[in-house]
């Protein structure tokens, strides 16, 4: 079923996820997680309550103990686990998609990640397969018994726990968008315990998100923050997802700061108090994160990306914080698990400390040109991978998430989406922008282009007229990663193969002449470099042109051939056609057919 993501379950309400679909889920998650208690909590979404009581009514039914958290932020969720030893979490919410989603994300006992692969594939299953069974308790008397459910406000506790780890704060004046989500409702709470001016931005818990979406990813979804932080002369501005996990700075001048340079600075100040620390950042990260890690004595980590990774891989290495670039930040005092509040609090003490703009914080680590995410719709997810692994295998490969591929000045990282119908890639360069945007957009050209080509023919006759389309078919081969095959056909007469007659007797010997001299052209055809570049495979045959065109293209499995249009005229071309219209018309794959720049058709 589509609302069983790779990190949690997602789907329009109440198309895709009603109340029906929430309770058969908490039945499925009550049989699922071993123990007796689960905590559940909820954002601010319309459709929230209604969601969230039917989980409830599954989750007792399947026999478990429920501990109700009411309105908080997933993060605040997580705690609870941890802190009271619950046997897993469930919190109801979309995170940061629109408001006609909803949706649910789990955490194991001990805060540990429930992704597909080590959970939700198993309560699709027992969903998809009606493996619904009541609650059992072993023993004397029924056996089938329904759990209970008790509240539990865990504000105070979660307040004590996130300044507990917070350095000192004072002195500073930030601007904060909630984005109508739940932070509206922390940060109130939090920022009353700590000495600084915050000018709030959209703090009214909403679900119908009536200023924008609560994602601060999106550039316009940051225009509000930016535009308070220049007027009211912010030192920073703060922008958060609708279920609080995620965060992203805007710096004192208003400009957004990427969310992995956040990484770099918080990474710099997490290694003055431990020292050799490892570091996690994921696979779409500056390089200058990976340097400064390093340059700072501490271990730099590179993983997937994605929560449950993240986390696994933070309790493996016992790292210390860990950063991806959608704005989750991980602490391994908060559990090995990611929090805004934890973030804004430790980038604020950041600031008092440095006692410098923090634009000035973050430009020795915004050092290199970094694209970004770059989004594109693509059918054949794997296939495009493919395809562009062929096309630069020439530098440094990794697999260790989708596809990135290193050059001495750049670099870039393509990869399916895990929640969406996309492919997303980033792109660095270390020298300019303009080299990071040229590649870039190549790259997007290449994603974005609508078939797959892993061979391409190109014909030659040897002609001039060949010669200036040759660049063509070398290009379309080294967009695509493809291997280039050239053919040159030793033509039969044109009358002779038309009417099915006999071909003109040439002398065996003189034939054996001009086949060797053709298979000499042959090998001048494309040059040494070319051939260092790209799988090159030469061929020779003999017949009518088009004919050995098109056996030549079934036979190899050719995806595009290449070929000049001459132009010419004559009886031949006046009773048959031209080689060049025969093969558009019959080839079993695209044609690019190339008119020499300049050549004009010769009409009788």
């Known amino acids: 079923m589509e609302i069983f993501k790779a990190y949690d379950i997602r789907g329009e309400y109440p198309a ?179 000495e600084a001016e915050v000018v709030p931005l959209f703090f009214e818990l909403d679900g119908r998100f009536p200023n924008h979406e609560a994602n601060p990813l999106k550039p316009e979804n940051l225009v509000p923050l930016q535009k308070k932080v220049q007027e009211v002369h912010a030192d920073l501005g703060v922008a958060f997802d609708g279920d609080g996990d995620r965060v992203a700075f805007v710096d004192e001048r208003g400009a957004a700061i990427p969310c992995d340079i956040t990484t770099g600075l918080i990474a710099r100040d997490m290694l003055e108090s431990h020292p050799g620390a490892a570091i996690l950042y994921d696979v779409r990260s500056s390089w200058a994160i990976r340097e400064d890690i390093a340059a700072f004595g501490g271990i730099p980590v590179l993983t997937r990306v994605g929560h449950s990774f993240i986390k696994q891989t933070m309790r493996e290495r016992d790292a210390v914080f860990g950063g991806e670039l959608s704005g989750h930040y991980y602490f391994r005092d908060n559990f090995y698990s990611d929090s805004g509040a934890f973030t804004v609090l430790r980038v604020l003490s950041i600031l008092c400390r440095e006692r410098r703009p923090l634009s000035e914080l973050v430009a020795p680590i915004q050092r290199y040109h970094h694209s970004g995410e770059v989004n594109s719709e693509v059918d054949d997810k794997l296939g495009k991978i493919e395809e562009l692994a062929r096309a630069y295998g020439q530098g440094r490969v990794s697999r260790l998430d989708g596809l990135t591929v290193e050059f001495d000045d750049w670099w870039f990282n393509v990869r399916p989406s895990n929640t969406e119908p996309e492919m997303r ?70 009358l002779g193969v038309q009417f099915e007659t006999m071909a003109l007797a ?99």
């Open 425 to 494: 890639l980033v792109v660095e360069a270390t020298t300019s922008r303009a080299h990071m945007e040229i590649r870039r957009d190549t790259l997007a050209r290449q994603i974005r282009r609508g078939f797959a080509v892993r061979k391409v023919l190109f014909t030659t006759d040897f002609s001039p007229y060949s010669k200036e389309a040759l660049p063509h078919a070398v290009g379309m081969a080294r967009d695509h990663g493809a291997e280039l095959h050239v053919l040159h056909v030793l033509s039969t007469p044109e």
């Open 16 to 194: 895709e996820l009603d109340e029906a679909m929430a309770e058969k889920i908490g039945m499925a998650a009550g049989r699922f997680f071993p123990g007796r208690t689960i905590a559940v909590g909820r954002d601010m979404r319309v459709s929230g309550p209604a969601l969230a009581e039917a989980l409830l009514r599954g989750l007792t039914r399947a026999g478990k103990d429920v501990v109700d958290l009411g309105l908080v932020t997933t993060p605040m969720v997580t705690f609870a686990v941890a802190r009271f030893d619950y046997d897993a979490g469930i919190m109801v919410t979309a995170s940061h998609n629109p408001a006609k989603y909803n949706g649910m994300k789990f955490v194991g006992k001990g805060a540990e990640a429930i992704s597909y692969d080590s959970g939700i594939n198993e309560i699709e299953r027992m969903v998809t397969s009606g493996d619904l069974r009541a609650g059992e308790r072993p023993g004397p008397g029924p056996s089938a018994v329904e759990g209970s459910v008790s509240r539990r406000d865990v504000l105070p506790e979660y307040l004590g726990h996130v300044m507990a780890f917070a350095g000192p704060v004072r002195g500073l004046k930030l601007a904060i968008d909630a984005g109508n989500g739940m932070a509206g409702y922390l940060m109130p709470h939090l920022f009353g315990r700590i």
């Open 506 to 604: 040439l002398n065996g010997e003189l034939l054996a002449q001009i086949e060797k001299a053709s298979r000499e052209e042959l090998e001048k055809v494309v040059s040494e470099e070319v051939r260092k570049e790209l799988p090159v495979t030469l061929a020779l045959r003999r017949g009518a042109a088009f004919v050995e065109i098109l056996r030549y293209a079934r036979e190899v499995g050719i995806d595009l051939i290449v070929l000049a249009t001459h132009g010419r005229t004559g009886l031949s071309h006046a009773l048959f056609g031209s080689v060049a219209e025969k093969v558009v018309r019959k080839a079993p794959c695209p044609v690019l057919s190339v008119r020499p720049k300049g050549h004009e058709f010769k009409m009788p």
